[in-house]
T-cell receptor, first 114, second 114 residues
Framework: NAGVTQTPKFRILKIGQSMTLQCTQD?????MYWYRQDPGMGLKLIYY???????DKGEVPNGYNVSRSTTEDFPLRLELAAPSQTSVYFC?????????????FGDGTRLSIL | GEDVEQSLFLSVREGDSSVINCTYT??????LYWYKQEPGAGLQLLTY?????DMKQDQRLTVLLNKKDKHLSLRIADTQTGDSAIYFC??????????????FGKGTMLLVSP
């Protein structure tokens, strides 16, 4: 059971380049999330999705875009990379619904923008 | 918006008990969580507590919740060097998000010395 899988694990980008961070889950979870983690700052929510075709902004959405065409996949796109986007990015998923919904995390993508 | 505060660092000796504290502001919180992050890894769910409970025990872990003071604590009995990690407190809420999202604290780094 793979859980939440993120690719790539590491990436270095030049300023102004674009890239897509991939996230897929095999638990049939409806809810998916993207966070960024900066040193000493905890996790900040970028975007989330409560189901295929539905996405919502989190706390820090500027500079990012997402799509949710399938239940399994929730890619995060950076269009014009900036140094401020150097961070560790985590994808998570949860069952959703009205009951307790702990989030399951991937291992992260470490992104440096130079 | 919601806020979750934690102390940043805790150092204990192997075999002692560790207590990590957390305060939150959202009075509509329904579930509160503790996650563990080891170096280079994602977040692993340790335990959670429903807001109508005062205490939850799970092997070496004890969670105490004071809903009146909005204070949550995680006690680790017989702390081992393998418990060294960053521990995140998180609350489920946001009435605005339909309780779909989590708000995380900045994390407490626990260092266990032999």
């Amino acid at each position: 059971n793979a859980g939440v899988t993120q690719t790539p694990k590491f990436r270095i980008l030049k300023i102004g380049q674009s890239m897509t961070l991939q996230c897929t889950q095999d638990m049939n979870h409806n809810y998916m999330y993207w966070y960024r983690q900066d040193p000493g700052m905890g996790l900040k929510l970028i975007y989330y999705s409560v189901g295929a075709g539905i996405t919502d902004k989190g706390e820090v959405p500027n500079g990012y875009n997402v799509s949710r065409s399938t239940t399994e996949d929730f890619p995060l796109r950076l269009e014009l990379a900036a140094p401020s986007q150097t961070s560790v990015y985590f994808c998570a998923s949860s069952p959703g619904g009205s009951s307790n919904q702990p989030q399951h995390f991937g291992d992260g993508t470490r992104l440096s923008i130079l | 918006g919601e806020d979750v505060e934690q102390s940043l660092f805790l150092s204990v000796r192997e075999g002692d008990s560790s207590v990590i504290n957390c305060t939150y502001t959202d009075s509509s919180s329904t579930y509160l969580y503790w996650y563990k992050q080891e170096p280079g890894a994602g977040l692993q769910l340790l335990t959670y507590i429903f807001s109508n409970m005062d205490m939850k025990q799970d092997q070496r872990l004890t969670v105490l919740l004071n809903k009146k003071d909005k204070h949550l604590s995680l006690r680790i009995a017989d702390t081992q060097t393998g418990d060294s990690a960053i521990y995140f407190c998180a609350e489920r809420g946001g009435l605005d998000s339909g309780y779909s999202t989590l708000t995380f604290g900045k994390g407490t780094m626990l260092l266990v010395s032999p």
